[in-house]
């Protein structure tokens, strides 16, 4: 889809880009990413020709880029950056709709294709079509910038950075959805990063440049089993094992029927449903995670009552787009040996333990290269059984509610 | 009891109002438009004065122990009804005059009126800042405008009904009324023209100098040395050179083009309009979002497209601001321009500097002033119009 043969970027004496080729299949995340400087941006933006060539020829979808006129070229790929770079003076439903203005849609089209970009960057329409980029958070500034490149539906996406500007807690909320969304829209990605763990995470393919020189072009499965050199070696970091962990979604390897009670049934199905299990998520009439009863904490004649204790999903859950990497060390932070995955909207949709965190970190070790995803749900279907059961580590210390 | 800080500003205007009704002369009675008279104190004006003036100190002293807005509320009324109140007292101490005065004698503003009425003003400006606060935003133009509407509403009164028709600068006006209205176009007319000239001129410079790093300085630098040259001085430079054009091609005097006049007049003051049209125009495109422009070049707008849709959209609040500068500049720059013989309301001032007749003096410069903020008050208004929502400060 996206070929680069023998690029070349000069600046007077300095090169910025060294006779770079690189391929881009249809329909694949192509990661840029190396040591700043290393010419990643450059790169991305001779593709939509903010920057041309000193030499070397760029074709997309078969045709050559310097022959297209440069705003139509541009127009055909949609372009997201760090920065995000709304227009202050336009609302959101006018920012997402600038590519389809300038390709001449009608009125109508054009709110309802602002309406449904919203939709699938997971904003509320009605809630922020009028809003202005400076009533944004940071987080829904990204997601409009998101929405605002897939706006004219363009085959090609180039991404320079797009969720650098915003917290990790965010930003890897931002990766899910993307993840999500690409799954379902297939676009061929550009997409530059200075972040390892989320180029692994949405690569298809990852491209390691240095100096403006291509290192390694691998899936990242290959890049974090066989990296080339020392370079690469360094720059994936020493916990790769941990890393791949990235690669997997907690929809893939959670038990999807953890133990849970409803919380207005009462004292006594909770009670029951904990004897069973020793611990159970408690859900409201929706579905939605409130809390949870740990049996260790019932000891020493507490009531049920003073013995549950309450969530806040944002605190003590993760999303199914979420990484097992996410979820581990989530886990880890809350002292927990388990998790529970909750959708948008809140309802417990599973668990992830760490006996599934270890299972797909073996699994992926021993079948390097191939996608662990489909190896996890064999894994995880497996694993419904005793060892499932949540035990709260730090719970274990407060067995009495003195 | 004072529980809140008294305002420094109101009390200034308020002390400044109460000391000049007290010491200095309201009016003069000369026995002609030209000759020295005897000053009238207030004290003579009889009582009408003493109400508003009571009412004013009352409530620059009650609005001290009021809310901020209710604060803005009472000093604007005060200083209003100050101001409608020495309009009303001038126009009776003056009729009081003229009963006994032959009818060549003229009552002259004194300097007590003057001191007085920029007291009032003060009063109610600080009033009227408050009004503007954060916190009465929400009650909107409309309370707001009751004020200066209230104001004009005085004046007229006491023009009409209150006796101020009787005093030296309504007679100057009585004898001109047939040049004043014609003066009045001709000033709005010659700096409007030239506004829209330095407009026309400005912006395109500005945005060349927004791309252009050497027209930049060039234009930035030009336009900044033009700006410093007395005015009189460039009208005096053009008349040479526009006098040559005109001998030597008959067609340019046929089009108006002379030495003197309106030509030079016009080209002197485009060119004091160009300065901070150009340099507003250029910091306003200089200050978008680079971002921005990334995002919009990167989407496929074209150079085009992104100046209109998007850096001059963003940049217009400061352009405007820019010509809001430059219309008050050439109002007052315009009157100059009477001495090359652009007929204007500065012919008055320069024929009353002439004949030393103080009041001749005012009937010009008083307009000017009146022109000068109107364009002011106006221009803000129409910028704070059209500056795009979403970049409006909250």
Redesign the interface.
Known sequence: MIHLDGVTKRYGDTVAVDDLTLDVAEGEVCVLIGPSGCGKTTTL?MI?R?ITPTSGRIMINGQDASELK???????LG?A?Q?????????VAANIA??PR?LGWDKPRLRGRARELLELVGLEPEQYMGK???QLSGGEAQRI?VA?ALAADPPVL?MDEPFGAVDPLNRGRLQGEFARIQRDLHKTVVFVTHDIDEAIRLADRIAIMRDGRLVQYDTPETILDNPVDHFVRDFVGSDRALKRLVRVPVRDVMDTAPPVARRSAGAKEMLAEVGRTRFVYLVDEQGRLTGWLDRAQLKGGCTVEDALSDADPAQVAVRPDASLKEALSRMLGLGFRSIAVVESDGRLVGQVTLGSVEGAMTESDEHQGARPAEHMAEYSAEDTSDDSVLESIASDDQGDCT | MLTRSPDRVALTGAVLALVSALMLPAGTLRPNRLAQGDPHSWLAAGAILAVPMLALLLAVFASFLCSRSLRGHVLSSAGVLLIGGIALSLGALSESLMVDAPSIARVSIGSGTWLMLAGAAIVAFSGWQALMGKESASQGTHVRMVYPLATAAFLFAAVAFGGLDTISLAAEYGIRTAVFWPSVIAHLRLAGVSLVLGLAMGVPLGIIAARDARIRRVALGVTGIIQTIPSLAMLGLLIAPLAALSAAYPVLRQLGIRGIGETPAMIALTLYALLPIVRNTYVGLAEV?P????????????RG?LLWR?EM??ALPLVLEGVRAGAVLLVGITAVTALVGARNLGSFIFEGLGQAAPDLILLGALPIIVLAIVADVGLSFIADAVT????RA?
């Open positions: 933006r939509n903010l440069a705003e139509e070229l541009r127009r055909s372009y950056i920065s995000v770079g709304l227009f202050p003076h336009l609302d600038v590519v300038l202005y980029p400076r910038g605002r180039l | 979002d971002a921005v422009v990334d995002a919009g070049r990167g989407m496929g707008m074209s497209q998007v959209p963003l795009p929502k979403g970049v909250a």
